[in-house]
């Protein structure tokens, strides 16, 4: 099973992963690529990861989740490399019985992506400068690492 | 007399880190009894540039994370990992 992908994540390709007849709720998350008010005019972001290790780590978390949900059924991409704003970093898709399993369980993958699974971003900006984003979502910008935009 | 057994570990170094060190692997011997403390200590002062690397960063062992306290073992795969970023 490989969850990371290098092109455009198909969401009709995810949902049709989890699709079911005994499904009657499907929850589809997508995290996408923000140059909002906070971001400092960043036009893509770099992801990398250490890739043996996602594949590894999600397994484990899908299986915790299908553990605590049974009935569901979860699929997961994260795409790689650059990626311009507004379009998607991560897609998940849960279909259960009934929708609140559908709900619960895509919310628990996507804070079990956040917290275990070993990606890192780079935005890029419009000024051309490239920064590390911490987990908290704040650019990490130590003088030391960045003399040239000081 | 040192008895102890000297073991190599693969270490590998993502994202931040990557670029702090100038490189995405090193190869490391320690004699064991070692733990991936000792990786990293040893890490920071051979590496030109790992001086930077935090002194308690997270890591994962063969593709899980891994305490710091936890042992290594001869032909492990260590691998320091900055702070999360991912989704």
Known sequence: MTYLTRIPISLDALVADVASPACGGTCVFLGTVRNGPDEHGVTAIEYSAYEEMVEAELGRLLADARGRWPEARIAVRHRLGTIPVGEASIAIAAAAPHRAQAFEACRYVIEGVKQRIPVWKKERRVDGTEVWVDPSGRPTVRPSDHPSHV | ?87
């Open chain 2, 1 to 87: 007399m040192d008895t102890a057994t000297p073991a190599r570990v693969r270490v590998l170094f993502f994202a931040r880190y990557a670029e702090l060190v100038g490189r995405t692997e090193a190869a490391v011997s320690l004699p064991l009894p070692a733990t991936v403390g000792d990786v990293v200590r040893r890490v920071r002062e051979d590496l030109p540039g790992a001086q930077a690397l935090p002194e308690r960063p997270l890591a994962a062992v063969n593709l899980k994370q891994a305490k710091l306290e936890a042992r290594v073992r001869d032909g492990d795969e260590v691998a320091l990992l900055p702070p999360i970023a991912g989704g």
